[in-house]
């Protein structure tokens, strides 16, 4: 009986093993399209701004309006809470060459790093040219989002990308992120990527030299 019982979990647990293996590696890519979330971050980013912009003006006629402005917020915190949208957000600013929204995916601490890592006082160039490495010289294509796995209580999430270039080579990159309270509110989080931009280049570059 003993025996019969030690087969019945070693296959349960075999089973479960390759649920695990075909749950998180079997994933039909999902692209992203780059052309499509480059115009839509731009449309975002001068919709809040002229938004913003409206609400403050108010200062000049009377109280400003702070649920206007909150209401703004939210709706992008809201779209940030979900990974994929981080990372929509992060090859947009790449597609859009926009070194600011770029650096804005990731959490500070760790961009901060990134930039300092390099003896220069022109951090800009440093993230331009961390742009030019991920791209590959404009040469990026495509991007499918592989998958997607939360941990930490959805605090953390562990995603995987494949990138296409224009001379065929392909990368799989995995991208960590987490939780972060916004400027305004702690409770209020978003996504940001957590993976050093080193890191990525790394990976890209041991891909693509094969």
């Not at 992203?32 to 701004?49: A, C, F, P, T, Y």
């Not at 972060?180 to 891909?207: L, M, N």
């Amino acid at each position: 009986m003993n025996v019969i019982r030690l087969l019945s979990l070693a296959l349960f647990i075999i089973s479960l093993m390759i649920g695990g293996f075909y749950l998180y590696n079997r994933v039909d890519p999902e692209p992203i399209e780059l052309k499509e979330v480059s115009n839509e971050l731009q449309n975002d980013i001068e919709r809040i701004g002229s938004r913003e912009e409206k609400a403050y003006q108010w200062i000049y006629t009377e109280d400003i309006d702070y649920a206007y402005l909150e209401e703004i917020e939210r709706e992008w915190i809201e779209k940030y809470q979900k990974p994929k949208h981080m990372v929509e957000y992060l090859f947009a600013a790449i597609t859009l060459d926009d070194i600011e929204l770029f650096v804005e995916a990731f959490e500070p601490g760790v961009i901060s790093q990134d930039l300092f890592l390099v003896d220069t006082i022109d951090k800009e160039k440093v993230a331009k040219d961390i742009i030019t490495r991920i791209t590959r010289n404009d040469k990026l294509s495509e991007v499918n989002y592989l998958s997607e796995r939360l941990t930490n209580h959805h605090y953390e999430a562990k995603v995987e990308v494949q990138l296409l270039y224009e001379d065929d080579k392909k990368v799989r990159l995995p991208l960590e992120m987490r939780l972060f309270g916004t400027s305004h509110h702690d409770d209020d989080e978003v996504f940001y990527i957590t993976t050093s931009a080193w890191d990525i280049i790394d990976t890209i570059e041991k891909q693509t030299s094969e």
